[in-house]
């Protein structure tokens, strides 16, 4: 099958399949809030999985994205046409910083994305008179189920939440599974094994990395734009390095060389703090813990590795 | 003119610190070409058992040097349990298990102690001399004269013992050193234990004038990166330069531009760096090898 148009199946089946077996709003809002870490986790695979390069900072992309439909709105801009400037925002702002550091090799990206995480947190935390400071701020009220309503579909305002991020999350899978294969993608996946190979075949490496790194911090403020309307309120923490660290766990737990793994890391490390409440007090040390084993013991992650296992389940089946 | 004296002193017994972090970062990266993103919690291990410690009543002189054992065997650790296994990684997983190492750590110490934000009295107390108009605490000097020692022996230490010349040696050429019988692993293992320990102790020494907590690691780390990449990658002097004016330069953004920015200062060093001299003041400009 065309992995596109599988990749799309199969997101629309795990949306569905959430909302048919879901029993409360209770349900349907963790759904939620994993469609949209599996948005922002998506474009860490275009990065890391794709590329190879890692971001510490992805959080300020993310918050960019937040606090856009925060701001904005209060200037007259309508929240659909302020997501879109937040994304814009963070897709610029990455393609200025990247475009010195990814001639670099290396660790260099890991270095500045963390320092631009922490920059953009700072001055979100400082400029009160801007961003409402430590406290946060409220985000204007936005409901889908008036969308839903329009097309004569009635529901709670969870369920269309779930509906909408769902929605959002499989555009963003399919459109990452498209680079993936497209020219474009099979470039990045070059520059993945060797910058050098990848140079000489005509791959513009730095500017194949910076395309990347752009598309990845666009995917982290759409899912910020998404997690600030669902939540109606907006705090600095979206921007703080530990919401950084939880989007590579996922992506590295899941597996960064696919989507699928996005899609896993999130469903796991989303829905583990709600089933096992120690894991919310231990979050450091769970998500510390999770990065260093995955990292030792199964590299790619837990997709490709159970698809390594079916693999050889089904060729030892065959020569028996 | 004495408020300048004040920021530079300031900035000199900040950038002390930041010179020791900046140093170990140095020598793990030349021994094992791992960028050590746990280096900042090397810091806080030892800041936070010292505090610890000194509370539970322990005196200072024993309370200090069992401090920086617990950092460096917490060193010693991370690279038997998470870096020795993970083999020959690629470098995006050695980056990815240096974080997770971080934030592990992180969590276990707010466990074992919790997360307040902890001092303790300074070595020769909390009274402030008088100098030159400006005020230093003694403490500072502490500071200041604690990396000089360290500086100075790790340097006889590398440059005339058996065991620091297998470090560099290792650093220089890991296969060659082990085609001429040097013990890499063990210079490995020495690496991350040195490099823990002085980051332990310059959370030792640190803690009564910054204080410490347990999730003050990653900007020590960011601040020891800057200083690193400022001075050059791979030079020991570049650290020591390195670290210094990253101090200096942020207790000047403290005192003239603005405190609520001080910590952004490390950044713009950073990408200014990596903009205009990427090979930074003392590393050597490198031509890659395929």
């Given at each position: ?6 990749a799309l199946?199969?997101?629309?089946a795990?949306?569905?399949a959430?909302?048919l077996?879901?029993p ?8 939620s ?11 860490i ?7 190879g390069l890692?971001?510490?900072?992805h ?6 994205g937040?606090?856009a439909?925060?701001?904005l709105?209060?200037y007259?801009?309508p ?8 994304a814009?925002?963070a ?19 890991a ?9 953009i ?11 409402g400071?430590p406290d ?12 839903f309503a329009?097309v004569?579909?009635?529901m ?16 963003g ?8 294969n497209?020219?474009?993608?099979r ?5 993945h ?7 000489s075949?005509g791959?513009?490496?730095a500017?194949a990395?910076?395309?990347a ?9 759409v899912?910020?734009?998404l997690?600030?309307?669902a ?8 921007a703080g390095?530990?919401?950084s660290?939880?989007m590579?766990t ?10 699928y793994?996005?899609i ?11 089933v096992l ?16 084993a995955t990292?030792?013991?199964?590299r ?7 698809g ?13 | ?7 530079v ?11 020791a972090?900046a140093?170990g970062f140095t020598?793990?990266?030349n021994?094992s070409?791992?960028?050590?993103f746990?280096?900042?919690e090397?810091?806080?291990?030892g ?6 410690l000194?509370?539970l009543?322990v005196?200072?002189?024993i ?6 054992i617990?950092?460096?065997?917490v060193g010693?650790?991370l ?9 020959k ?5 050695l980056?990815?298990?240096?974080i ?6 992180r ?7 919790d997360?307040q934000i ?10 402030a001399?008088?100098?030159l108009g400006a005020?230093?605490?003694p403490q500072?000097?502490?500071i ?16 005339h ?7 560099r040696?290792?650093?220089?050429n890991r296969?060659?050193a ?5 013990n890499?692993?063990?210079?490995m293992?020495?690496s991350f234990a040195?490099?823990a320990?002085i ?12 204080f410490?907590s347990y ?25 020591l ?10 207790a ?8 609520d ?7 713009i060093v ?5 903009f205009?001299?990427?090979?930074g003041?003392?590393?050597?400009r490198?031509t890659e090898?395929?």
């Amino acid at each position: 099958m065309n992995p596109t148009l599988k990749a799309l199946l199969i997101t629309l089946a795990l949306v569905v399949a959430g909302a048919l077996i879901f029993p409360s709003s209770y349900y349907f809002r963790v759904g939620s809030l994993i469609w949209i870490n599996t948005i922002s986790v998506t474009g860490i695979v275009v990065l890391l999985g794709y590329v190879g390069l890692v971001s510490l900072g992805h959080a300020g992309f993310f918050a960019i994205g937040a606090y856009a439909v925060a701001v904005l709105p209060g200037y007259g801009v309508p929240s659909g046409a302020a997501l879109f400037v937040g994304a814009a925002a963070a897709g610029l702002l990455a393609m200025v910083i990247g475009r010195p550091i990814l001639r670099l090799s290396g660790y260099y990206l890991a270095i500045a994305t963390l320092g631009l995480g922490m920059l953009i947190w700072m001055v979100l935390t400082k400029e009160s008179w801007l961003t409402g400071g430590p406290d946060g701020m409220v985000v204007a009220g936005f409901n889908p189920r008036h969308w839903f309503a329009l097309v004569g579909i009635k529901m709670k305002s969870t369920e269309a939440w779930y509906w909408l991020t769902g929605l959002v999350a499989t555009i963003g899978v399919v459109l990452a599974v498209n680079l993936g294969n497209s020219p474009w993608g099979r470039a990045l996946r070059a520059v993945h094994d060797s910058d050098v190979a990848a140079s000489s075949l005509g791959v513009d490496v730095a500017r194949a990395k910076v395309v990347a790194f752009a598309i990845s911090a666009v995917y982290a403020a759409v899912a910020g734009s998404l997690l600030a309307l669902a939540n109606g309120y907006i705090t600095p923490d979206t921007a703080g390095f530990m919401h950084s660290v939880e989007m590579v766990t996922m992506a590295v737990l899941g597996g960064a060389t696919t989507v699928y793994g996005a899609i896993v890391g999130s469903l796991i490390l989303t829905a583990l703090p709600q089933v096992l409440t120690f894991v919310a007090e231990y979050e450091h040390i769970v998500l510390g813990g999770v990065m260093v084993a995955t990292m030792v013991a199964m590299r790619r992650g837990l997709v490709p590795a159970l698809g390594d296992l079916a693999h050889r389940l089904a060729m030892r089946g065959r020569s028996k | 003119m004495s408020e300048l004296l004040q920021f530079v002193l300031s900035g000199v017994t900040v950038g002390a610190i930041y010179a020791a972090v900046a140093l170990g970062f140095t020598l793990i990266y030349n021994a094992s070409g791992v960028v050590n993103f746990a280096q900042g919690e090397f810091v806080v291990i030892g800041g936070m058992t010292a505090a610890a410690l000194i509370a539970l009543g322990v005196p200072v002189i024993i309370a200090a040097p069992l401090a920086v054992i617990a950092g460096t065997l917490v060193g010693i650790a991370l690279y038997r349990l998470a870096i020795k296994p993970a083999g020959k990684a690629p470098l995006v997983s050695l980056v990815i298990i240096t974080i997770g190492a971080s934030i592990f750590l992180r969590g276990v110490m707010q466990v074992v102690f919790d997360k307040q934000i902890h001092r303790y009295e300074g070595f020769s107390g909390d009274d402030a001399l008088r100098f030159l108009g400006a005020t230093l605490l003694p403490q500072s000097l502490w500071i200041i004269g604690g990396s000089f020692v360290v500086f100075a022996a790790l340097a006889w230490f590398i440059g005339h013992t058996h065991a620091g010349r297998g470090i560099r040696a290792t650093a220089s050429n890991r296969f060659a050193a082990v085609l001429v019988g040097i013990n890499t692993g063990r210079a490995m293992n020495l690496s991350f234990a040195l490099s823990a320990g002085i980051g332990a102790l310059a959370g030792v020494l640190a803690t009564p004038v910054t204080f410490t907590s347990y999730d003050a690691g990653v900007l020590m780390a960011l601040k020891g990166f800057s200083a690193t990449m400022l001075g050059g990658v791979g030079s020991p002097a570049g650290a020591l330069v390195g670290g210094f004016a990253i101090g200096l330069i942020e207790a000047m953004t403290a005192g003239y531009i603005s405190s609520d920015y001080k910590d952004a200062a490390a950044f713009i060093v950073i990408l200014l760096v990596l903009f205009v001299m990427p090979q930074g003041l003392f590393g050597r400009r490198t031509t890659e090898r395929v």
